[in-house]
Nanobody, 119 residues
Framework: QVQLVESGGGLVQAGGSLRLSCAASGRTSSIFAMGWFRQAPGKERDFVAV????????NYADALKGRFTISRDNAKNTGYLQMNSLKPEDTAVYSCAVRSRASFTYDYWGQGTQVTVSS
């Protein structure tokens, strides 16, 4: 199993920045990719970004390209989501998740961290 713990959320004014972290522990050798997702109140969970854990290749939700950057530090078993030029509509609970190479779905999820952007 893999355990994930997010941190870095909080309250920020519009135009500000936050960096979220996702620390992985347990069977980290099984991680193939780490993704970030967000869920706003009353809405479905949306994909934000994903990174290949070994190669570092990334993919983003089209609407977030240019403002959000996903990265990882393999030595620390930690993934990051840098969020710039934040808007009130970015307010949501942000969660990280990982999947193994053999899986087509995300196997393990963190508990989520709240990001609130004030106008």
């Amino acid at each position: 199993q893999v355990q994930l713990v997010e941190s870095g959320g909080g309250l920020v004014q519009a135009g500000g920045s936050l960096r979220l972290s996702c620390a992985a522990s347990g069977r980290t050798s099984s991680i193939f990719a780490m993704g970030w997702f967000r869920q706003a109140p009353g809405k479905e969970r949306d994909f934000v970004a994903v990174i290949n854990w070994s190669g570092g290749g990334t993919n983003y939700a089209d609407a977030l390209k240019g403002r959000f950057t996903i990265s990882r530090d393999n030595a620390k078993n930690t993934g990051y989501l840098q969020m710039n030029s934040l808007k009130p509509e970015d307010t949501a609970v942000y969660s990280c998740a990982v999947r193994s190479r053999a899986s087509f779905t995300y196997d393990y999820w963190g508990q989520g961290t709240q990001v609130t952007v004030s106008s």
